[in-house]
């Protein structure tokens, strides 16, 4: 059975930093696209960042870019999101995400392309 499971959300104050992780397990996902996204309430589950099979190629949203960084080992069949410098606007649930083989990078944003799906992790920012 294949899970994805999130950990290290958390309540931060505004301008700190958290680091989610997500376990994979039940199959390997060392050649698939990797990534993060987030719902807030009332929104749309929208793309965060993706990170390709090897690690060498990542992909971020605009709202990110410059305070997020991601990353994967798939020693450890695990990848990562370092957030720093957290916005009240940062405030969702984070879902980690995964494909079975490599995707085109213009089809990295779309929840569409994504097989396996982690149940979330609450990441709330306060002003």
């Known amino acids: 059975q294949v899970q994805l499971v999130e950990s290290g959300g958390g309540l931060v104050q505004a301008g700190g930093s958290l680091r989610l992780s997500c376990a994979t397990s039940g199959r390997t996902f060392s050649r698939g696209t990797m990534a993060w996204f987030r719902q807030a309430p009332g929104k749309e589950r929208e793309f965060v960042a993706a990170?390709?099979?090897?690690?060498?190629?990542?992909y971020y949203a605009d709202s990110v870019k410059g305070r997020f960084t991601i990353s994967r080992d798939n020693a450890k069949n695990t990848v990562y999101l370092q957030m720093n410098n957290l916005k009240p606007e940062d405030t969702a649930v984070y879902y980690c995400?995964?494909?079975?083989?490599?995707?085109?990078?213009?089809?990295?944003?779309?929840?569409?392309?994504?097989?396996?799906w982690g149940q979330g992790t609450q990441v709330t920012v306060s002003s």
């Open positions: 995400a995964a494909t079975k083989a490599p995707v085109l990078a213009l089809m990295i944003q779309s929840t569409r392309t994504y097989d396996y």
């Open positions: 990170i390709s099979g090897s690690g060498s190629s990542t």
